[in-house]
């Protein structure tokens, strides 16, 4: 069935270091494909989205393309801050369904 | 900012008891959801409702549980007679429309049972 493998956290970086989460995925079919982030004590947040094949989605300074040839999506992120901090969610949708399909969460830890 | 909000925030229980987890959605939505999930684990979809039924639902969604919208603002997951393992955080979402973009989800529930 679909699916959704992202890397296994924790991950510690410094403040103002590049981040990547990789994230790859399976389906039958063309998913939108989707990070979502859980600060402490919050719900989950959707970060960014791609509908296609080359899309690029950004918001807050997170980039991430999803990539057909690879069924990847890997999270980027030039500089990252303290506030950063959070659980990190890949996930795809595909259209026949109306569910969202996660990975299991990477947690992300910024030092100062 | 409206929000998804859910209670208790954390429950603890004995196998075997019936526990209600409570969600309030975002009071203009129509779609509702539950996802769970167990430590270590992938969030994972139970169940997903409209017009005060369910339109889809997992194979982890079994005779154990249930849902229900009893008074217009509140949405409930019900499990009958809890499992060690249903230990999970449980989240409930609420969207206006059908799809994932606009699911607004809630800060969880961490079920416990022993």
């Known amino acids: 069935g679909d699916s959704v493998t992202q890397m296994e956290g924790p991950v510690t970086l410094s403040e103002e270091a590049f981040l990547t989460i990789n994230c790859t995925y399976t389906a039958t079919g063309y998913p939108s494909l989707f990070w979502y982030v859980q600060y402490p004590g919050e719900g989950l947040q959707l970060l960014l989205k791609a509908t296609k094949a080359d899309d690029k989605g950004s918001n807050k300074g997170f980039e991430a393309t999803y990539r057909k040839e690879t069924t990847s999506f890997h999270l980027e992120k030039g500089s990252v801050q303290v506030s950063d901090s959070a659980v990190y969610f890949c996930?795809?949708?595909?259209?026949?369904?109306?569910?969202?399909?996660f990975g299991k969460g990477t947690r992300l830890h910024i030092l100062p | 900012e409206p929000e998804v909000t859910q209670t208790p925030s954390h429950q603890v229980t004995q196998m075997g008891q019936e526990v209600i987890l409570r969600c309030v959605p975002i009071s203009n939505h129509l779609y509702f959801y539950w996802y769970r999930q167990i430590l270590g684990q992938k969030v994972e979809f139970l169940v997903s409702?409209?017009?005060?039924?369910?339109?889809?639902k997992s194979e982890i969604f079994d005779d154990q549980f249930s849902v229900e919208r009893p008074d217009g603002s509140n949405f409930t997951l019900k499990i009958r007679s809890t499992k060690l393992e249903d230990s999970a955080m449980y989240f409930c979402?609420?969207?206006?429309?059908?799809?994932?973009?606009?699911?607004?989800f809630g800060p969880g529930t961490r079920l416990t049972v022993t």
């Open positions: 996930a795809l949708f595909m259209n026949r369904d109306d569910k969202i399909i």
């Open positions: 979402a609420s969207s206006a429309v059908q799809g994932p973009y606009e699911q607004y």
């Open positions: 409702f409209y017009n005060n039924e369910i339109s889809e």
